[in-house]
């Protein structure tokens, strides 16, 4: 896939990188976002955290609920409105941002800009600083969920339904690490249930496609889960503790940073 | 658009009686029979996957997608004129084009030509549009004995069911139930449920009804405008006998069935049949122009809210549909939940994007029934956005009133304690002493529906903004 | 009246801009070998391809087939092919018909795509025959096989010369129980295509 822009040439210089923390991971997974953190120190990059982020809004703008989305629009434009980069280890909080903020908050002054600088973190490294051999070691069998907002709003993979030229970019950078053993689900892109609060509202359809997506890793063989998105995870992981099945899941920022063991 | 009378089900595995109550509810009773739930799913992906195969025989695949979405586009833009130059065209040929505003007026006129002719045996092939005004029911209060002829629908019809499916009406039936009920009403043997066996029993049963015949009704794939012509697609070739044999054929069609010109046919049936079932094209795709020789045509054009909706942006691209049923395939909330779970003549994402547009009270919870993932809007032929028009409902409903007050007041209390850093910081730290000190027993009820099946996280000790600040910005 | 004015103006106050016509561009299908293709596609569709050289090598074929020495009942729409004891012509009432085992038609083109073939009205007494029967025979040139639909629907230039017809691809058939696939539902069980030339 082609570099973006001009940050092609800019490689020897160090970026600033905003982290865009989701606030499920800020509060309860910390350690993807100190993975994160870490991964893009690895490839040069400079990182700081904007203190004030809170949250982009995604599960009122999802529930329809436009009006209480937006102040949290308009919020995080003006946090990040300053920054070149502004990486997140989520692909639907992401998508968020380059497609629901223009509806959201066509008129604020940072809209286009923050929109075109927001990437989610594989479609960073990949795109934007051409990684295409990440460093470390990873010796487990480990099953790829493709998260639907990151497959079909940021397109990180050309997708099972359309007839476009394959390409994959997180299993791209995942399949360079040593000793990783990458296996495929059946259904190689199907929804894992959560979509926000249909976790929730519909309890049964959402635990019963989290519940197939397991069998199917576990089909596969897969000892780890992986993903770009947070929220996924949370809800297969939730269903397999509950259920004491013994797969490890992991958002995809900590597999790359690999495993000395 | 009103919605279709809904039948309780004669027969086990059959709908519900009683007022539709909503996706979820609807839904968590057809996945409690988890292996029943696990084989609906499987058959239609099977269905998928065979659209996947067909789609990449075709290189222009996506080029003839785009070209598709483009046709609808223009035709939309240009319905009346289309549509005043079909009837032209179709007059010109000998065919009676009719016009009807609603279900009622449709069914009316229907009605009005079977009555003028006697007739009291009429088959049917195909129609989700004759389901939508609810056309059967009417016209059997009425003294004409209505046969629908598709196997599937002619499946359902026996079962006192409305299609559970728009392509595979009875795919939520087994074939020891379709062989148990062949045995009753056709005679076949007891126990049999061999699909050739059952198919040859329906054969035979319906071609008596074919040649008693005294009219045929169908629906329309297509309406082209510059010759006139309805095109009517299926397998089994129902269509034909039903149409070939009687002296009456009408054709009952939506409004948005119009394409400017024949050889649009060549951009719309290379997707159809693929997108459908993944099959190359339908057995019998026939393009009837004019009665046949001593006969009669009628077309009767039906607009049952679809102007209304030609002026609601963006639902208006929802009448590009041409009706594959390719985005319930693919759609893993339809696979789970089953036709019956949407309360609607149409089911599916489509059907949750057209069901609203009848009254949003009675189907609010459909635009809900999805996780957005957005795998109906990459296979949908005509590339319906079908997954931001479901986010668009959620607005309309939530803003009109439909939504649940509670999560409504939930989520806008999270967006006020989201929208100052400090207080977002304190629910965090709140929420996570909870899930350390509250008992797991009290935390999973607290939870409601996620604690049902899932656990809850495990809390960590500080956040990572925390973190972050402790360790000055080196974690 | 009422209706239609109602309904034309609704449209007309409603209607949305829209793009032009956006024509058909960059979709055309290509086969290295467009008679291959054919009969990779009538073999998809359930039907079977006899490749003969001329009409009398069709009427030969057709005849040691199973489906014509079985049959007792049998009309042709394509002269020489075929031992018609049915005149379709001849018959007034298509249910008439309706024991028919085997016809013979003629098709005006063919689509290698697909498999489909293009039988049309003129010189076909009865739509019944297409469908009626036990079994089909459809005889088509080799010449007259084009890559895909679209360039079917160009040839066939419906406005210019308007006609019924349809596409025939193959036998009757239905998976809707259990997504099975059943030859013969209410159609031809059989279609047996005979490429001339």
């Known amino acids: 896939m082609p570099l973006e822009g001009g940050e092609a040439h800019n490689r020897a210089a160090m970026p600033t990188v905003a982290l865009f923390v989701p606030c499920y991971v800020d509060q309860l997974y910390p350690q993807v976002a100190v993975a994160t953190l870490r991964l893009l120190e690895r490839h040069g990059c400079r990182v700081v955290f904007p203190p004030d982020q809170t949250c982009c809004g995604q599960p009122m703008s999802n529930a329809g609920q436009a009006s209480d989305a937006a102040p949290l629009a308009r919020a995080f434009l003006d946090t990040f409105a300053s920054y070149d980069h502004v990486v997140a280890p989520s692909g639907s909080c992401v998508a968020m941002v380059k497609h629901q903020y223009p509806g959201l908050a066509p008129d604020h002054p940072a809209l286009q800009k923050v929109r075109a600088s927001t990437f989610e973190l594989c479609e960073y490294l990949h795109d934007v600083l051409g990684v295409r051999k990440v460093e470390g070691r990873f010796a487990r069998t480990v099953g ?89 995870l949370m809800h297969l992981d939730g269903l397999a503790k509950r259920e004491r099945r013994g797969v490890r899941i992991l958002h995809v920022a900590e597999v790359l940073l690999g495993e000395a063991a | ?324 049923g390719a985005c319930m395939n693919t759609c893993p909330v339809f696979r789970r939940s089953g036709g019956y779970s949407y309360g609607t003549t149409v089911p599916g994402p489509i059907g949750s994007v057209l069901g609203p547009t009848q009254g949003p009270g009675a189907h609010a919870s459909l635009p809900f029934a999805s996780t957005l993932c957005g795998s109906c809007a990459d296979v949908c032929p005509v590339r319906i956005d079908l997954h931001h028009q479901l986010l668009a409902w959620r607005r309309v409903l939530v803003e009109g009133g439909y939504a649940p007050t509670g999560k409504t007041l939930a989520l806008r209390l999270t967006a006020w304690v989201f929208a100052s850093p400090w207080r977002f910081a304190l629910a965090g730290r709140l929420m996570r002493a909870a899930l350390r000190l509250l008992p797991a027993g009290l935390m999973r009820r607290l939870a409601g529906a996620w604690g049902r099946q899932r656990d809850l996280p495990a809390p960590p000790p500080e956040s990572f903004r925390d973190l972050y600040r402790r360790t000055n910005g080196r974690p | 009246m009422a209706a239609r004015d109602e309904i034309l103006a609704a449209l007309r106050r409603n209607a949305p801009s829209g793009p032009p016509h956006p024509g058909y561009a960059g979709v055309a299908a290509a086969f290295p070998d467009l008679l291959a293709q054919f009969a990779l596609s009538v073999a998809a569709v359930g039907g079977t391809l006899v490749r003969v050289p001329d009409l009398a090598a069709a009427d030969a074929a057709l005849r040691a087939l199973p489906i014509h020495a079985q049959a007792r009942r049998v009309a042709s729409l394509v002269p020489g092919v075929g031992a018609v004891t049915v005149d379709a012509t001849a018959v007034t009432d298509p249910h008439a018909l309706a024991d028919l085992d085997l016809v013979v038609l003629r098709a005006a083109l063919a689509v290698a795509e697909n498999g489909a073939c293009w039988i049309e009205g003129p010189g076909l007494p009865h739509h019944a025959l297409v469908v009626i029967p036990e079994h089909v025979a459809v005889v088509v040139d080799a010449a007259a096989v084009v890559p895909d639909l679209q360039a079917a629907y160009a040839a066939l230039d419906l406005p210019g010369r308007p006609r019924w017809g349809l596409f025939l691809a193959g036998p009757s058939k239905t998976a809707d129980i259990e997504q099975s696939l059943v030859i013969g539902a209410h159609g031809a069980r059989s279609a047996t295509v005979f490429l001339v030339g």
């Open chain 2, 1 to 324: 658009m009103s919605p279709p009378t809904v039948a309780a089900g004669a027969h086990p595995g059959g709908q519900q009686a009683g007022p539709f109550p909503g996706h979820p509810v609807a839904a968590a009773r057809f996945t409690a029979d988890v292996d029943r739930a696990h084989w609906h799913d499987q058959a239609l992906w099977f269905v998928r996957v065979k659209r996947d195969r067909a789609a990449a025989q075709l290189p222009a695949w996506e080029r003839l997608r785009e070209l598709a979405e483009g046709l609808k586009a223009h035709a939309l833009a240009n319905l009346a004129g289309y549509l005043e130059a079909f009837e032209k065209n179709a007059t010109a040929h000998g065919a009676v084009v009719h016009w009807a505003r609603d279900a009622q007026e449709h069914n009316r006129i229907v009605h009005e030509l079977l009555a003028a002719r006697g007739v009291t045996r009429l088959v049917k092939s195909k129609s989700m549009l004759t389901e939508e005004c609810g056309l059967n029911p009417y016209l059997e209060a009425r003294g004409v004995e209505v046969v629908d002829t598709d196997l599937g629908e002619r499946i359902v019809q026996f079962r006192h069911e409305p299609p559970s499916h728009i392509v595979l009406p009875a795919i939520h039936i087994k074939k020891e139930e379709i062989g148990e009920l062949f045995h009753q009403e056709l005679g076949t043997e007891k126990g049999a449920s061999d699909p050739k066996y059952l198919t040859e029993a329906a054969r035979g049963h319906l071609r008596e009804k074919f040649l008693a015949a005294q009219a045929g009704l169908t629906g329309v794939n297509f309406a082209v405008a510059d010759t006139g012509a309805v095109v009517v697609c299926t397998n089994e070739g129902n269509a034909d006998m039903g149409t070939a044999l009687p002296p009456l054929h009408i054709a009952c069609m939506g409004l948005e069935k119009i394409v400017p010109r024949a050889e649009d046919l060549g951009v719309f049936l290379r997707l159809l049949a693929r997108s459908a079932t993944g099959q190359a094209v339908t057995t019998y795709t026939t393009h009837f122009l004019g009665p046949k020789p001593g006969g009669e045509l009628h077309v009767v054009l039906v607009d049952n809210g679809r102007s209304a909706l030609l002026a609601r942006d963006p639902f208006r691209r929802a009448l590009a549909c041409i009706r594959c």
């Open chain 1, 144 to 232: 790829l969920h493709r998260s639907c907002h990151g497959q079909r709003e940021l397109r990180l993979a050309s997708g099972s339904e359309r007839q476009v030229p394959p390409f994959d970019k997180v299993k791209t950078l995942l399949g360079t690490l040593d000793g990783i053993r990458l296996v495929e689900p059946a259904r190689t892109d199907e929804c894992c249930g959560f979509g926000g609060t249909f976790a929730a509202t519909e309890e049964a359809v959402s635990c019963l496609m989290g519940k197939d997506r397991l069998d199917e890793h576990a089909k596969a063989g897969a000892e780890v889960i992986t993903g770009v998105d947070m929220s996924c």
